[in-house]
């Protein structure tokens, strides 16, 4: 910036409540330059955008968990103060969740988040929220006399069932298998005593055929000795 010994003012864009380390040299025209003055200097801050999207993200007995995202334009450094219904809970950091303690089952809270930065705040939008705890993750169901008596009868009576169901097919197979196998026996002796009596027949009609070949071979000689004996007598009737 050439000056000529008048005062120079230079805008820079700069964003708001950054801190900047400004130096300013002096040259002459025959380049030479003079010791830099340096100063420390904090840009103005706007306020910030509000916070945005809250969200419950997790659900216990009596606390939740708070989420949420941090403004678009934060115009600084931030932290943030939550608020649901009477209480107050200033978080001093720029962390963009949040453990919410001490809240009491059915009761409807409206939850703000607000963004702080050093020139002011902004609040989010209202999200209103009924706490329901998930009863069967935190609290255990009270035993009573009938639900015991209940249960120890389950415990009992199903193991006999099991037992006597098991008998009762294990019986039913081995009836099955002994018809099966008396079944194989029968046709088994069955088929023996036609095999015995097919070989009896076989045996005696063997024996009937035999004695009659032999019958006719021992009659057919003599027929013929006595067919000869004939014929020679009447040969010799026939010469005398």
């Not at 902004?122 to 249960?151: C, F, L, Q, W």
């Not at 193991?159 to 026996?185: E, M, N, Y």
Request: hydrophobic share 30%; aromatic share 8%.
């Amino acid at each position: 910036v050439s000056s000529y010994g008048r005062q120079v003012s230079r805008s820079l864009p700069v964003v708001p409540g950054g801190l900047y380390r400004v130096k300013v040299w002096s040259i002459n025209g025959q380049q030479i330059s003079s010791k830099p003055k340096e100063a420390t200097y904090r840009a103005k801050s706007s306020v910030p955008t509000k916070p945005r999207h809250l969200t419950i993200t997790r659900v216990c007995k009596d606390d939740v968990e708070l989420n949420w995202i941090p403004p678009r334009e934060p115009n600084g450094e931030l932290h943030y103060i939550i608020r649901y219904g009477s209480n107050t809970t200033n978080t001093t950091s720029n962390l963009t969740y949040y453990n919410l303690t001490g809240l009491v089952n059915g009761t409807t809270y409206n939850i703000t988040v607000m963004a702080v930065n050093s020139a002011g705040s902004n609040t989010s939008d209202v999200m209103e929220y009924t706490h329901k705890p998930r009863i069967h993750n935190t609290i255990a169901p009270t035993p009573t006399t009938t639900s015991t008596n209940g249960d120890l009868t389950v415990i009992i009576v199903a193991p006999i069932l099991l037992l006597l169901l098991i008998i009762i097919i294990g019986v039913s197979i081995t009836f099955i298998c002994a018809c099966i196998i008396h079944k194989r026996k029968s046709k088994e002796k069955q088929l023996n005593m036609q095999q015995q009596e097919e070989g009896q027949w076989r045996t005696e009609y063997n024996y009937y055929t035999d004695n009659e070949t032999e019958e006719t071979t021992a009659n057919q000689p003599q027929t013929l000795v006595e067919e000869n004996n004939y014929h020679d007598i009447d040969d010799d009737d026939v010469m005398r």
